[in-house]
């Protein structure tokens, strides 16, 4: 049984950081293919970051610049490091495992075999 854990999410003023973790057990991040989405009410579930097994990563066009996925093969955590938020960045995160991964592969949540329960991140002066 595979389980991830999201950690890091909180209260943030625009031009802030946070920075994301997700914690796995039952299979580890250097076997699989991992990433990043987030879900608010006015926008639904989108893709944010991920990255497959061989490190390849992919960046939604609106985090490009400010957010990078890393993995910790030794914790065995991904982390999602997010700079220069804006309010526009609220949303639930969650990570989730995307066995098998191409690169390609990564902004589809269809491709993701596993999920966390998710961490609020909040923007807001």
């Known amino acids: 049984q595979v389980q991830l854990t999201e950690s890091g999410g909180g209260l943030v003023q625009p031009g802030g950081s946070l920075r994301l973790t997700c914690a796995a057990s039952?299979?580890?991040?250097?076997?699989?293919?991992s990433g990043w989405f987030r879900q608010s009410p006015t926008k639904g579930r989108e893709f944010v970051a991920g990255?497959?097994?061989?490190?390849?990563?992919s960046y939604a066009d609106s985090v490009k610049g400010r957010f990078t996925i890393s993995r910790d093969t030794a914790k065995n955590t991904i982390v999602l490091e997010m700079t220069n938020l804006s309010p526009e960045d609220t949303a639930v995160y969650f990570c989730?495992?995307?066995?098998?991964?191409?690169?390609?592969?990564?902004?589809?949540?269809?491709?993701?075999?596993?999920w966390g329960q998710g961490t609020q991140v909040t923007v807001s002066s």
């Open positions: 989730g495992t995307c066995p098998r991964c191409i690169k390609s592969s990564l902004p589809r949540a269809d491709s993701y075999d596993y």
């Open positions: 990255m497959n097994q061989s490190g390849s990563r």
């Open positions: 039952g299979r580890t991040f250097r076997e699989t293919g």
